[in-house]
């Protein structure tokens, strides 16, 4: 991983298969990384309500997920250099 890498992999959000792509645009080997993101919904009253409802939230979720696991992850490593 590096700064300018991109990731592309597709995830379900409700049983919708929706493409994904990370962009990675810091990246401190072992301790960190820092990615953009950015997302377009359907414009007009739908996509605004969808986002309320819904989209908003569930990203929350996802990114605290993976807040969890890249902590988890890092701390497994950490501790399998230390022993």
Known sequence: MKP??????TIRLFGVRVRWTTLITEFDSGRSFV???RYALPSGILGRLAHVLVVKRRLNQIFDYRAEAV???LQEEAEGIAS
């Open 4 to 9: 300018g890498a991109q990731i592309n992999y």
């Open 35 to 37: 990615d953009e993101v």
């Open 71 to 73: 902590a988890w992850t």
